[in-house]
């Protein structure tokens, strides 16, 4: 398994931005598909975006779409989330997921490897 280390949350002001960053251990990030997961207060863990293994292909959930942005750099072993015009639905701990797959799932139970999470907090 890969370990995962999120960081970037905070509290931001709606229509901010932030950027979340997931930093992978091991010499094998390449070979995950990588995801952002988020669980607000009362919720269930909602899929945010995933990323292929070589970035080139991108899937977002409909609530962010055209205002957050997946992307990686396999040579930092680092995924990123940027996140713009946030929302105050946007609030929410986010995590960071590595999993093995043929394809961009959006399945939390298709990703074995998850971080602790990172708190985002969007006020109106």
């Known amino acids: 398994q890969v370990q995962l280390v999120e960081s970037g949350g905070g509290l931001v002001q709606a229509g901010g931005s932030l950027r979340l960053s997931c930093a992978a251990s091991?010499?094998?990030?390449?070979?995950?598909?990588m995801g952002w997961f988020r669980q607000a207060p009362g919720k269930e863990r909602e899929f945010v975006a995933a990323i292929s293994r070589s970035g080139g292909n991108r899937r977002y959930s409909d609530s962010v779409k055209g205002r957050f942005t997946i992307s990686r750099d396999n040579a930092k072993n680092t995924v990123y989330l940027q996140m713009n015009n946030l929302k105050p639905e946007d609030t929410a701990v986010y995590y960071c997921a590595a999993g093995y797959s043929e394809y961009v799932t959006t399945i939390p139970q298709d990703f074995g490897s998850w971080g602790q999470g990172t708190q985002v907090t969007v006020s109106s």
């Open positions: 091991g010499r094998t990030f390449s070979s995950y598909v």
